[in-house]
């Protein structure tokens, strides 16, 4: 069964970075979009960026936008996510995932298709 790994999780103090990886050994990584969405205990799965086939585009949720960067290198079956500036807010659980809509960059969660086991990600204060 396919499946999308994460890594790079783990405690950082409020201001500092991560860089989250996803890889995905699948035939046609660079045929779709992919995404990162987070989880916090108690909340919604909710969205954080989308990049395109070919990294021409992305989309950032707001309360991550200009700090978080999404990048994505096909050859190398991997996508990342530098989150720098981290707040206590941005603790959660995070996903990465395929879109199943090759021309768009959504970022509805039920648009998503294949998904990894996420990553935790905790930022103190």
């Known amino acids: 069964q396919v499946q999308l790994v994460e890594s790079g999780g783990g405690l950082v103090q409020a201001g500092g970075s991560l860089r989250l990886s996803c890889t995905a050994p699948?035939?046609?990584?660079?045929?779709?979009?992919m995404g990162w969405f987070r989880q916090a205990p108690g909340k919604e799965r909710e969205f954080v960026a989308v990049?395109?086939?070919?990294?021409?585009?992305?989309n950032t949720a707001d309360s991550v936008k200009g700090r978080f960067t999404i990048s994505r290198d096909n050859a190398k079956k991997t996508m990342w996510l530098q989150m720098n500036s981290l707040k206590p807010e941005d603790t959660a659980v995070y996903y990465c995932?395929?879109?199943?809509?090759?021309?768009?960059?959504?970022?509805?969660?039920?648009?998503?298709?294949?998904w990894g086991q996420g990553t935790q990600v905790t930022v103190s204060s």
């Open positions: 995932a395929r879109s199943r809509q090759q021309w768009t960059l959504p970022s509805d969660r039920r648009l998503y298709d294949l």
């Open positions: 699948l035939r046609t990584f660079g045929s779709y979009p």
């Open positions: 990049i395109g086939r070919n990294s021409g585009s992305t």
